[in-house]
């Protein structure tokens, strides 16, 4: 019985391409089918950033049309914009994948999704920090209903005082407040903007002018 899935024959034509990216696409695992009764209204599955990042690791094998692709970056942009492909459609209805991505605000290390020569490894930055962060809120079966559903972004404002603890601001059309880093972790990303640190992020001359300033909620 021949295989489902294509397998891997050393004997065929390796091809390789270069192609310029404007972002990453991040695929997430599908939920489980089956969920324990007693958790089932409970359950949210989780998955770490690292794992999806594996991609681009230029070993894992993605499959697309029959054919077996490789990933990996050739060279680190100063901002790498990442797209979590949350939405699949079908022939009745569109649908959410509720899987939570776990993530770290600071120090993101691309090193294993980039290939370097051996005398760069040590020299070129490859961590970066969390920018902005998007989200999409709905309930179950609204996935496109906008009386229903609500796009909320997180930003990391530049500092505005030196030595000054590091605030975040949510965005949600009008409303504009300071968010918990712990309550970054927790929404359904569809978009992320990372940094690079070696950008430094200057202080404005004397703190941050009148003409800057923004009205927050606390």
């Given amino acids: 019985m021949a ?5 891997f024959d050393i004997d065929r034509e390796i091809k ?4 310029p990216f404007l972002f990453l696409a991040i695929d997430l695992p599908p939920p489980p089918l089956f969920q324990d009764a007693v958790a089932k209204e409970n359950f ?3 998955v770490n950033i690292y794992t999806l990042l594996e991609k681009y690791d230029g070993t894992s094998a993605q499959e697309f049309a029959g054919h077996l692709k490789r990933f990996k970056c050739l060279r680190l942009p100063p901002y790498i914009i990442l797209h979590f492909r949350r939405f699949t459609k079908n022939f009745f209805v569109e649908e959410k994948n509720p899987t939570v991505v776990t993530f770290p605000l600071k120090g993101l290390d691309f090193k294993d999704f980039v290939e370097l ?4 490894k040590a020299s070129v930055p490859t961590t970066y920090d ?3 962060n998007i989200t999409h ?7 496109r209903d906008k009386a229903n559903t609500a796009w909320r972004i997180t930003l990391r404002p530049p500092p505005s005082d030196a030595g000054k603890e590091e605030e ?3 965005i949600q059309d009008l409303i504009v407040k300071k968010e918990q880093k712990e309550m970054i972790l927790l929404g359904e990303t569809v978009l992320q903007i990372w940094e690079r640190q070696d950008l430094v992020r200057q202080i404005p001359p004397g703190g941050q002018k009148a003409n800057q300033a923004m009205d927050v909620d606390a």
């Fill in 44 to 46: 949210i599955p989780q």
């Fill in 137 to 143: 809120e709905s309930t179950a079966g609204t996935t």
């Fill in 16 to 19: 390789s391409a270069k192609s």
């Fill in 3 to 7: 295989s489902a899935r294509p397998e």
């Fill in 130 to 132: 969390l920018l902005a």
């Fill in 117 to 120: 020569p051996a005398d760069q």
């Fill in 168 to 170: 975040w601001i949510s």
